[in-house]
């Protein structure tokens, strides 16, 4: 289905396209052509030529050849078109062998009065009608063309080759149950205000209707597997209005008179004798629905349940011919049977257990699960509106003999029973306008369940009350002007005015200022420069991830788009970050921003999705909020990722911004520290002004948000935040006023360290990364926190390790020209001691070799006879890897490396330690 959604989408963009010139234009249409006959003939037996200056495309199809010549915009008509095609294609020679058709495309209509007396000596004419059928899905193109030709017309209307033969009325009607000889008890009750009435009954039949629709005092109207039944409720009599197989679903009326219907995966238009296929692509089971302005809208597809992805639902609107529907994905974890328009974009999706509400004007999502309604029935899928923000639904109890209707005011999130009836199967639900009685048409208990027998069910006062005093349900928030092109949105380029010049060019696109000609708001217009499948996806993407996260006031919502996702609308926000730098190097104002987009990603990160590009250009300020925008190259949910191998393989993201991890792996590497990564390095470009380099923190100058870009910024992704929440965390524990010298929390955190707490092991090592001139902090707290209580902390974070060693080797200078004493120099000693231990266990080189160097450099300066003697004793333990990053320390460390000259003529002593000991002694030897 999704490779006719897409066909679809293309070729409404090139319906919609007038500046194409002719001769593109046609060539584009065989194209078209030539795809739909691959689909379901060999590619070898499909092949495109020119045959009389015309794009045409020739295939076998059962031994025969054919050719399609195709033009449009009524050019066939012109220039003696027809005679050129007529002799290169040697027509006229060799009667019988290839069989031609002239396939002319207009927009509208045309008389083919003239082309079918110039083609039908040499072949058939075709038109914009078969086409769409063809690209809908309706028909097979090769077999609609071979129709053609089996019926011997020059030009058959399409309604003459997919419906049936006349029908005659049903092969058992229904009788106005006063009438009846035998009277059929149908028992029922009903709630206050409500009241029913048998009207007719039917015989026992195999015929099971799939829908029914009001169309006039007395016409209802059943869709059936043959087609579309009038009948009079009143009477009982019944006719064909449309016989064409595979109808299902209750039908549409249009206020022209048209009916609208499924069939198959594909809604067809019935007007005055005319068939056209206006849209298709749709699952199995896709049911017709009236949305705004009764324009049809279809539900297709399911919702997932427990937790299993997003499922396939979606309301899509179907727009009034081929190529204009507008899909909408919804997310919702619930198996939806129907759904029923409310006001503006709202549906309401009924499912078993919970139904729920979609704006989408704002989301595509339904909201947390507290905002869900419990459905009063287990199987509601016949839905009818019976007020503002009311919902009629009626449901079997599955016990075969029982059904219910039940009346939900959705703004209440409550239901209450209206009627119940003893019958078995739902066939259809309808209702009069305005203050009109509802009918029901159901099924009486049968044992055999082949057969149904009909009855027609009249229901009134099952409309809620309207309550004095404003007690009426609103009907959704209150609209904005981005509301009213939202909820306009029908995915037309003319809807907008554009200046001549993009204000913006970034990544795949273009932005342009616009105006929503309608409401005369203004917009921001982006349009993808290139047409490729990639360029298609990355902007599917962005469009996605704004409808999903839409109803999030810190995602930059998408307001409409192009059904081939060629171009989509935003609102025009008044800046971006790289715009205010100077205002957001105030702490309040840093703090909102990092707080909004921290709002952004936690709830694109709970639906499973990834930004990858978080820097300045693409945090915007809307209305005074700052949003998340431009999700282009944002990494699906898990089992939703694309298969673009050069998405998936190379490097993505931007430049500086981007995490290392992106550079590897952007696919699996893609977790939310990555974007962590990103918005830190957009706080150190805010507070330092420099552009980032590729893997190269942004650190700014001492200060609070010092240690919340260096923890953000770690290399490695573990180290960083695991999550928006602990990020926040780490703001909050950084950026927040304290009392009291550094030194206070830390010996704070030393003692929860004592009573076992990891996590204050962990705080007391980045306070002190964070501090790292502080003399005491290192010297007073560190060095006499213990270090097998702090060995999972500093091995967790090597980075962060390696810059707390080095800052503590850095502090064998002394405090501000006060020499270290002798029990600092020891404490200092031994515990660098132990972290080298720590890292030559867990083979951290860069971490051993950092608390070795910081060792020698203490111990070469104090010459401390405890600290050296456990030195001595680890160093004839040392061997392999370990050995060697040791002895080259020892190597650089002379000084330090002459107090263990013992271990020069120990024979068990690793080779590299003993030279390293020997080239230390050498100079100073007598």
């Given amino acids: 289905m999704d490779e006719v959604r897409e066909l679809l989408a293309e070729y409404g963009r090139w319906a919609d396209d007038d500046t194409m010139p002719a001769v593109e234009r046609a060539e584009r249409l065989a194209g078209f052509v030539a795809g739909l006959l691959r689909r379901t003939l060999s590619p070898g037996a499909v092949q495109v030529l020119v045959v009389g200056g015309v794009p045409s495309v020739s295939f076998d199809h059962e031994g025969r050849d054919y050719l399609v010549s195709c033009t449009a915009g009524g050019d066939a008509a012109r220039g003696g078109t027809l005679s050129r095609i007529v002799r ?44 769409d059928a063809a690209v809908t899905g309706l028909l097979p193109l090769a077999d609609l063309v071979r129709d053609v030709f089996r019926r011997r017309e020059t030009y058959l209307p399409l309604a003459e080759l997919a419906c049936g033969p006349t029908l005659e009325g049903p092969s058992a009607g229904m009788c106005a149950a006063a009438r009846l000889s035998v009277p059929v008890d149908v028992p029922a009750r009903t709630w206050e205000g409500a009241s029913s009435e048998v009207l007719l009954v039917g015989e026992a039949q195999e015929a099971t209707p799939g829908g029914m629709a009001w169309r006039g005092p007395s016409s209802l109207l059943l869709t059936c597997e043959d087609g579309v039944l009038d009948l009079d409720p009143v009477s009982g009599r019944s006719q064909w209005v449309l016989a064409l197989p595979g109808c299902h679903g209750a039908p549409l009326v249009g206020a022209d008179g048209a009916v609208l219907v499924m069939c198959g995966p594909v809604v067809v238009r019935w007007h005055d004798g005319v068939l056209t296929a206006v849209a ?67 549906f309401f999706l009924a499912a078993g257990g919970h139904s729920a509400v979609v704006d989408l004007g704002r989301t595509t999502g339904t909201g ?43 703004g209440e999130r409550v239901s209450e029973p209206v009627a119940e009836f003893r019958l078995d199967r739902i066939l259809g639900l309808a209702q009069e306008p305005g203050t009109g009685p509802a009918y029901l048409l159901a099924s009486v208990p049968d044992n055999d369940p082949a057969r149904v027998r009909p009855v027609l069910v009249r229901v009134e006062g099952h409309r809620p009350a309207v309550a004095d005093g404003g007690g009426t349900l609103t009907a959704g928030p209150p609209a904005t002007e981005y509301d009213v092109v939202s909820r306009s949105a029908r995915g037309v380029r003319k809807d907008y005015r554009l200046d001549r010049l993009p204000m913006a060019s970034e990544g795949q696109g273009d932005v342009f200022n616009g105006v929503h000609k309608a409401s005369g708001t203004v917009v921001a217009y982006k349009r993808r420069r290139r047409l490729d499948s990639r360029a298609r996806r990355r902007m599917v993407r962005e469009v996605t991830v704004a409808q999903v996260l839409g109803g999030h006031p810190h ?33 309040s104002a840093l703090r909102a921003l990092v707080d909004a987009v921290s709002a952004a990603l936690a709830e694109a990160h709970s639906r499973g999705w ?16 700052w949003t998340v925008a431009d999700w282009g190259i944002a990494r699906r949910p898990r089992g939703q990722t694309s298969v673009d191998g050069v998405l998936t393989n190379t490097s993505i993201g931007s430049l500086g911004w981007a995490a290392p991890e992106l550079s590897a792996d952007p696919h699996d590497g893609a977790v939310p520290a990555s974007d962590i990564y990103g918005l830190g390095q957009v706080i150190g470009w805010i507070l330092t002004g420099t552009w980032p380099q590729p893997n190269v923190p942004l650190l700014p100058p001492p200060g609070p948000w010092r240690g919340v870009v260096r923890q953000a910024t770690y290399p490695d992704p573990a180290a960083r935040p695991q999550d928006m929440a602990a990020f926040l965390d780490l703001v909050e524990r950084e950026t927040s006023p304290r009392t009291g010298l550094p030194i206070t929390r830390a010996r704070a955190l030393l003692e929860a360290t004592a009573e076992g707490d990891e996590n204050a092991a962990a705080q007391l090592i980045a306070l002190a990364v964070d501090h790292p001139g502080d003399y005491e902090l290192s010297l007073d707290a560190v060095a006499r926190m213990d270090v097998e209580a702090a060995v999972p902390a500093l091995l967790a974070n090597p980075h962060q390790s390696i810059a707390l060693v080095r800052a503590m080797a850095a502090q064998a200078d002394g405090d501000r020209g006060q020499w270290p004493t002798p029990d600092e120099a020891d404490i200092a000693v031994r515990w660098l001691l132990g972290v080298a231990r720590a890292a030559a266990q867990a083979s951290e080189w860069d971490l051993l070799d950092a608390a070795a160097q910081g060792m020698c450099v203490w111990d070469g300066r104090f010459d401390q006879w405890g600290p050296q003697d456990a030195i001595r004793h680890w160093l004839r333990i040392l061997s392999g890897h370990a050995a060697e990053v040791v002895a080259s320390v020892l190597r650089e460390h002379p000084h330090s490396a002459l107090h263990f000259h013992e271990l020069e003529n120990e024979r068990h002593v690793d080779t590299g330690l003993r030279g390293a000991v020997r080239a230390a002694v050498a100079p100073v030897r007598p």
């Fill in 555 to 587: 995602v930059m919502p998408v307001l409409d788009f192009s059904p081939d996702y060629d171009w989509f609308v935003m609102p025009r926000a008044q800046a971006t970050v790289a715009d205010r730098r100077a205002e957001l190097r105030e702490g």
């Fill in 610 to 625: 990834v930004h990858r590009d978080v820097k300045p250009q693409n945090i915007l300020l809307l209305n005074g909020r």
């Fill in 280 to 346: 298709g692509g749709f699952e199995d089971g896709g049911q017709l629905l009236a949305g705004p302005d009764g324009e049809p809208w279809v539900l297709s597809g399911s919702g997932a349940t427990f937790g299993a992805g997003d499922g396939t639902l979606a309301l899509t609107r179907a727009g009034e011919r081929a190529g204009e529907q507008l899909r909408y994905p919804v997310v919702f974890e619930a198996a939806v049977r129907s759904a029923v328009w409310l006001d503006g974009r709202r």
């Fill in 368 to 410: 947390p699960r507290e905002s869900w309604i419990p459905s009063p029935g287990h199987y509601p899928a016949h839905l009818l509106t019976a007020g503002p923000d009311s919902v009629l639904s009626a449901s079997p109890d599955g016990s075969g003999n029982r059904i219910t209707l039940h009346r939900t005011a959705v």
């Fill in 88 to 131: 290169d294609a040697g027509l006229t020679g060799r009667p019988g062998e290839m069989r031609w058709a002239l396939l002319s495309w207009t927009r509208t209509p045309e008389p083919v009065g003239q082309l079918v007396e110039g083609v039908s000596a040499f072949g058939v004419v075709l038109d914009r009608s078969h086409l």
